[in-house]
């Protein structure tokens, strides 16, 4: 089946620690991004990724790292967490990085940073 | 301003009604348009593009006003499964990053 795999659905964890999410697609997607989404404003975008090795700052960017080594994988690292990166957040791709594509997302992770 | 703006809502409709969302964007450059359906605590899902032309698909129309950056969704005859939340999303072109609005939320009742 054609998805988009997040892990872990929901984590709850204490400021400072770090912490990965994973995101992997079987799709062979060229395109991924993570995104937040915070009630009243929407998704926004944290970073994005045209190819392997190729990954760019989205509209949210501080506080998170990632990585594209792999084609399929686009892992989301918090260094050290804090509070007001506790979100939902969705990992999402799409078959290219150039033009009007559409988005698979993943199923989505609830970050709670107490 | 934001770069997509919906009516957040709620729209509250009997089942069989037909209901309307608009949309509006601020980037005159964009180039694709979308609308998406969200449950609750749910991954976002494409509902449908968004053509210049309008499409339909079943009980959904979509239509597009590019001189008003103007979007709509239009469902006719709406079921109880219908209740979610719509979002609006547009691309500015250049590289595939999609905007999205912060969504209009729709309840179907019976």
């Known amino acids: 089946e054609a998805q988009v795999t997040q892990n872990p659905r929901y984590l709850i964890t204490v400021t400072g620690k770090k912490l990965t999410v994973t995101c992997s697609q079987n799709?062979?997607?060229?395109?991924m991004s993570w995104y937040r989404q915070d009630p009243g404003l929407g998704l926004r975008q944290i970073y994005y990724s045209m190819n392997v090795e190729v990954t760019d700052k989205g509209d949210v960017p501080e506080g998170y790292k990632v990585s594209r080594k792999e084609k399929r994988n686009f892992p989301l690292i918090l260094e050290s967490p804090s509070p007001n990166q506790t979100s939902l957040y969705f990992c999402?791709?799409?078959?290219?990085?150039?033009?009007?594509?559409?988005?698979?997302f993943g199923s989505g992770t609830r970050l709670t940073v107490v | 301003r934001k770069e997509v703006e919906q009516d957040p809502g709620p729209f509250n409709v009997p089942e069989g009604a037909t209901v309307a969302f608009n949309c509006t964007y601020s980037n005159s450059a964009s180039q694709s348009f979308f609308w998406y359906r969200q449950d609750c605590r749910k991954e976002p899902k494409l509902l449908m593009s968004?053509?210049?032309s309008g499409n339909e698909d079943g009980r959904f129309t979509a239509q597009l006003n590019r001189a008003s950056q103007y979007i709509s969704l239009l469902i006719r005859d709406s079921k109880l499964s219908d209740s979610a939340t719509y979002l609006c999303?547009?691309?500015?072109?250049?590289?595939?990053?999609?905007?999205f609005g912060a969504g209009t939320r729709l309840a179907v009742h019976p």
């Open positions: 999402a791709s799409s078959l290219l990085a150039q033009g009007g594509y559409g988005y698979t």
């Open positions: 968004v053509y210049s």
């Open positions: 799709m062979n997607h060229e395109y």
């Open positions: 999303v547009v691309n500015q072109g250049g590289y595939n990053k999609l905007i």
